[in-house]
């Protein structure tokens, strides 16, 4: 089974399992996004979020990010498991999206099993990590987040950007609802000013607003 663990200072989750587990896990999410039509600029965004995460799975049990020994009670003998880091913001968007759009295909038991799991350890590492802000943070696993906004992949990439750029700690992790509420709300002011600075710019480019992306982005602290 696959296990989540806060990440040192707090910056995320490391999401570990064996080739099997991770394997399941990516055909999950790979199959959800082949769902989605990323031609189509209203499931664009998703497609990229899937893709993102889908990428950093196949990475994990390729052996191309973390490899950790760990030790069970009981059984003596160390098992070795592959793993990557994900940043809180960005897991609780991908899980809404993954969660939102099962709804719309034929779903197998496995790609239920995967996603409640993948649910279930993430909300365990929240609380892991600080019990007041997991509290308030949970209720947004799989849901209260706009995944269909059409710019829904610049905000991902914006609150990425914001949340890793804050001093590391309990402080900025319980700021998460704020973060998302403010990023999401389309009556909140940083998400108007953020529309209209992405709407400008696409009218500079002579393209469409859901093509713009970050191309630089600020080194992790896990």
């Given amino acids: 089974m696959i296990q989540a663990y806060p990440t040192k200072h707090g910056t995320g989750v490391a999401i570990f399992g064996d080739y099997g587990d991770l394997n399941a896990l990516y055909e999950t ?9 990323e031609s189509n600029k209203f499931q664009k965004g998703q497609h990229q979020l899937l893709m993102n995460l889908a990428y950093e799975i196949r990475k994990a049990f390729s052996g191309n990010r973390l490899k950790e020994k760990f030790m069970y009670d009981g059984d003596g ?8 880091q994900i940043v809180w913001t ?15 295909f034929q779903t197998n038991k496995l790609h239920q099993g995967s996603l409640y799991y993948l649910e279930y350890i993430v909300e ?4 892991e990590y600080d019990v007041v802000g997991a509290n ?8 209260r987040i706009n995944i269909q ?25 319980r700021k998460i ?20 600075s992405l709407k400008d710019m696409a009218k500079k480019q002579n393209g469409d607003i859901t093509d713009l992306e970050y191309t630089e982005f600020p080194d992790i602290k896990w």
Wanted: with cysteine; glycine share 4%.
């Fill in 77 to 84: 003998e160390s098992v070795g498991f592959y793993g990557f």
């Fill in 90 to 104: 960005d897991i609780l968007i991908f899980i809404s999206v993954l969660r939102h759009n099962a709804g719309y």
């Fill in 136 to 143: 308030n943070i949970k209720d947004f696993i799989a849901q």
């Fill in 124 to 127: 365990k590492a929240l609380f």
């Fill in 29 to 37: 999410v790979h199959k959800i996004a082949d769902s989605l039509d």
């Fill in 149 to 173: 906004d059409i710019c829904v992949f610049q905000i991902y990439q914006l609150l990425h950007i914001k949340f890793v750029s804050e001093r590391p700690g309990k402080a900025r992790f």
């Fill in 177 to 196: 609802p704020d973060f998302i509420n403010n990023h999401f709300s389309s009556r909140s002011i940083e998400y108007i000013e953020f529309i209209a």
